[in-house]
């Protein structure tokens, strides 16, 4: 598969765990916490969206457009990595409440949900930006060899096969180009 077709569609993976997480969010008041489902979304986006998806871009992709004179700093290349990392402490908010929210606190609840809205919305507009200004700047910026190298480096490290289990459970499993469901499926899903 091209490269950036990959990363775009590892991109439609995490939005629809985007939505299942956002559902969740909506619905925490007057339902027992739902910690199992936290869990398992954390798990998926430390491992994927902050783990291999991260990994791809930051590791492979961005240093051979860098190559290819794009500014690291300051660019699109910078706005995206930032972005990683504001997530990174945003996921950090929610894991940190989890237990408290579990045991009942209106304030660590609160927490989740604002810590959690806060990473659904950053997300969005990251993945945004990236798929209409970052990865059209790729696509016109790489050589067909560094597509290939790209290529070469994808298949070396796939993401982890959990995210497709995840992933199916919550709508669809965009990992094998047959996504599906959506955020309405998405509320279907009980820890
Ligand atoms: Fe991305």
Redesign the pocket.
């Known amino acids: 598969m091209h490269p950036i077709q990959a990363?775009r569609d590892?991109?439609q993976l995490?939005e629809q765990v985007l939505s299942a997480v956002e559902a969740r969010l909506e619905e925490l008041d007057g339902v027992p916490f739902p910690r199992v489902f936290f869990d398992r979304a954390l798990a998926f986006l430390d491992t994927f969206?902050d783990g291999s998806?991260?990994y791809?871009?930051e590791r492979a992709l961005f240093p051979l457009m860098e190559a290819r004179g794009i500014a690291r700093r300051g660019g699109p290349v910078g706005t995206?990595e930032g972005d990683h990392d504001y997530g990174r402490v945003f996921l950090a908010g929610v894991r940190e409440n989890l237990d408290a929210a579990e045991s009942g606190s209106p304030g660590a609840v609160a927490a989740v949900r604002d810590y959690g809205a806060l990473y659904v919305r950053l997300l969005r507009h990251?993945?945004g930006r990236?798929e209409t200004v970052?990865f059209p700047l790729a696509e016109t910026a790489l050589t067909t060899s560094d597509l290939a190298r790209l290529e070469r480096q994808f298949a070396l490290a796939p993401p982890p096969a959990s995210c497709r289990t995840f992933a199916a459970e919550v709508g669809g499993n965009p990992c094998d180009g047959r996504a599906g469901g959506g955020p309405t499926r998405a509320v279907t899903l009980r820890s």
């Open positions: 990363l590892e991109h995490i969206a998806h991260r791809r871009e995206s990251h993945i990236e970052l």
